[in-house]
């Protein structure tokens, strides 16, 4: 089937089919860029202000310009959304430094700017109902994790070695502390019943999902706990879980080889999820 979805690229609407990139352009050569996902639920976007908040973060981190203000790449988002009929998906946003020779140092004229949309159900993934498995990797990563860069090759890797073992995301590991996941984010519940999970920093992306379940969580008398913990920890948890914007709140029940609590999604892992989505669709 050819695909019929409708991309913005360089000022236009066009088919994604039809975005002609530069190879000299710099996301290419060098990684130089950043990138956004932003959940879309009934049509709708989800946490849009703090995805957007956060491009424009990542964009100042490398000093790139924004070549558009972030209210009309919004509107540019839901224009796609509609455009593509999409009900249940993602919008990808990447903003590279442009195209120019190659040179470190190049400074193209304009950056690169290109949106998508992905279909998706998250509502329906297997995870959602049996729990999610996670393996435990080295986090070999750079140093400026909170930087949504498109240099993702230490995830990518991350996440075939999951693959392979059958498992759905790999937790990163760094001085025996859980970092976070290759694409989301890392949390447990202890046995006293404490949510607890790292603190932003340079070591982590600041998960938008991570910040919206941690104020649910606490409005719903949730005890939390913002520091690192152990990969021995994780294993003794009670639950354990994953945040992010293209699977929501997922439960985790093993890590490794090890079962985490019965096996089964644990109830506050199923309770931020429920709340999550109430607040996705504007009920909560
Ligand atoms: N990843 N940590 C990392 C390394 C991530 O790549 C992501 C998101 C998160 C969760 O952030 P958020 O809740 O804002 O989605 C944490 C996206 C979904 C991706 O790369 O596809």
Not at 157 to 176: F, M, P
Not at 251 to 279: C, K, T
Request: glycine letters at 6%.
């Amino acid at each position: 089937m050819t695909d019929t979805r409708t991309a913005w690229f360089d000022g236009n609407f066009q088919p994604l089919a039809d975005v002609r990139l530069s190879p000299m352009d710099r996301g290419f050569l060098f990684a130089d860029g950043i990138y956004e996902v932003t959940a879309v639920l009934d049509g709708k976007l989800v946490d849009s202000a703090s995805h957007l908040a956060r491009l424009e973060r990542s964009a100042a981190a490398l000093e790139i310009k924004l070549p558009l203000t972030i209210a009309e790449i919004e509107q540019i988002e839901l224009e796609l959304v509609a455009r593509n009929g999409l009900t249940r998906g993602t919008v990808y946003i990447q903003l590279t430094r442009g195209a120019a020779e190659r040179d470190f140092v190049a400074e193209p004229d304009k950056p690169t700017l290109l949106l998508f949309t992905q279909a998706a159900d998250m509502l329906a993934s297997p995870a959602v109902k049996n729990g999610a498995r996670v393996i435990t990797m080295p986090d070999i990563r750079w140093g400026r994790r909170d930087i949504k860069s498109v240099m993702l090759l230490a995830q990518v890797l991350a996440k075939r070695a999951a693959k392979e073992a059958g498992a759905q995301e790999a937790w990163l590991v760094q001085d025996g502390y859980v970092t976070e996941g290759a694409s989301s984010t890392a949390l447990i519940v202890t046995a006293d019943g404490t949510l607890v999970t790292r603190p932003n920093s340079n070591a982590i992306l600041p998960g938008c999902t991570r910040a919206a379940v941690l104020a649910l969580a606490e409005r719903d008398g949730v005890r939390l706990e913002e520091r690192a913990f152990t990969v021995d920890e994780a294993l003794a948890a009670r639950e354990a879980m994953l945040t992010s914007a293209s699977t929501f709140v997922i439960s985790i029940v093993q890590i490794d080889d090890q079962q985490i609590g019965d096996g089964r999604p644990g109830p506050i892992a199923l309770r931020l999820r429920e709340l999550y989505l109430e607040m996705a669709r504007g009920t909560n």
